[in-house]
């Protein structure tokens, strides 16, 4: 595995910020909760997996930062409200990923199971409980690979929206886990990443990791999907996701739900990567997920390069929800759940 997107070293949390890639690679540290949760409002990580390992470690690092505060004044309370305080602060850095509200129910459990250890005690089981979720997070992503792998035929060529990568995770990927994992079983499979404005994450991300990997790949704009369909040249299209509602509704980054309509109009599988983690059976339907709306900037323009007209009104919802009917299959780590509805997510957690 080439990419480490999160890795602990010298009792730090280093993440690859993604905002500068592929111009510039470069790791930032982080040392309390609220540092994290600015990482992940920010964007230096993103995707749902990913962010909820950096919160799990996100919580781990506010234990440490106030163990060593309070260790000597032995004042509990301050650690207990601290620590609340970090819960708080990470819950609200992006609404729609589930997996960092998963990652934090499980931190918390963590933490009761010690509650009455000291506080350093309570530091190491937390940092214990984010570095099994990271090793599990790419236990899972290829345990997933390997059953969205059988899926595709040698040859195919797969259509990707967003970036589903080891960026996008603890390592190896979700989406372009299953593409890795066809790759080793060695079929000779190509990629085509739509740019996935406005963030191009596509651009930016998937195409930089495939090459890294030398997976072929050919970036297109997203308003090309359609065509390359019409033409023939899709046998595939594989996303990941940020939730998956009860009833099998889908919500993925902005685009997604276009492309799974084009899919369905030209009879193309249209599958969705997805751990456990990232199912939600308390959210009804994907009526219920929240959808984050982001800064106007990033519809402006890119970075400091700004091309919209001033005073024009802009819109940013982050991500869509594709309903159940056009998912052909989710790939989860227990297996193909093939046209996902209700009764079959319950099966599936039974």
């Known amino acids: 595995m080439k990419i480490e997107t999160l890795r ?17 690679f470069e790791y930032l540290s982080y040392d309390s909760a609220a540092s994290v ?3 992940i409002r920010s964007m230096v990580v993103r ?20 163990s060593s505060l309070r260790q000597a004044q032995g004042e509990r309370f301050e650690f207990d409200q601290g620590m609340e305080a970090g819960f708080t602060v990470l819950a609200q850095s992006r609404p729609t990923a589930v997996n960092l509200f998963w990652a934090l129910q ?21 940092l214990a409980e984010a570095h099994e979720i990271l090793a599990e997070d790419i236990r ?62 596509g651009a930016r991300l998937t195409a930089w990791e495939m090459v890294q990997e030398s997976i072929p790949v050919t970036l297109i704009t997203d308003n090309m999907a359609g065509y390359m369909m019409a033409q023939g040249e899709v046998d595939a299209v594989v996303v990941g996701t940020d939730r998956v509602a009860a009833n099998g509704d889908v919500a993925n980054k902005i685009g997604t739900y276009m492309v799974a309509v084009l899919a369905r109009r030209h ?13 939600d059976m308390s959210i009804v339907s994907g009526k219920d997920i929240p959808i984050e709306e982001r800064s106007v900037d990033e519809v402006k323009g890119f970075r400091d390069y700004h091309w919209a007209a001033e005073g024009v009104k802009i819109r940013n919802p982050a991500f869509d929800v594709t309903p159940a009917e056009l998912v052909t299959g989710l790939i989860t780590e227990r ?16």
């Not at 070293?9 to 111009?23: C, T």
């Not at 931190?107 to 089981?125: D, F």
């Not at 992503?141 to 060529?157: F, T």
């Not at 297996?335 to 209700?342: E, K, L, N, R």
């Open 47 to 66: 995707g749902a997996p990913a962010i909820g390992v950096a919160a799990a470690y996100g919580v781990a690092l506010e234990a440490l930062r106030l």
């Open 8 to 24: 602990w070293f010298n009792n730090r949390l280093e993440m690859i910020d993604q905002r500068i890639l592929p111009a510039s």
């Open 140 to 201: 899972i992503n290829k345990a997933m690979g390997a059953h969205g792998a059988a899926l595709l035929q040698d040859g195919a060529r797969v259509l990707t929206h967003c970036n589903a990568g080891a960026l996008a995770t603890a390592g190896w990927g979700t989406a372009l886990g299953v593409f890795r994992s066809a790759v080793e079983a060695g079929k000779k499979i190509s990629v085509i990443a739509d740019e996935t404005r406005p963030f191009l994450q």
């Open 37 to 39: 949760a600015g990482g």
């Open 267 to 279: 009879n193309i599988p249209f599958y969705v990567a997805c751990p456990l983690s990232t199912i």
């Open 106 to 126: 499980r931190m918390r459990k963590a933490w009761e199971s010690v509650v009455e250890q000291t506080p350093p005690q309570i530091a190491q089981r937390l």
């Open 335 to 350: 297996g193909v759940v093939m046209q996902p509805d209700a009764e079959k997510l319950r099966r599936l957690f039974a």
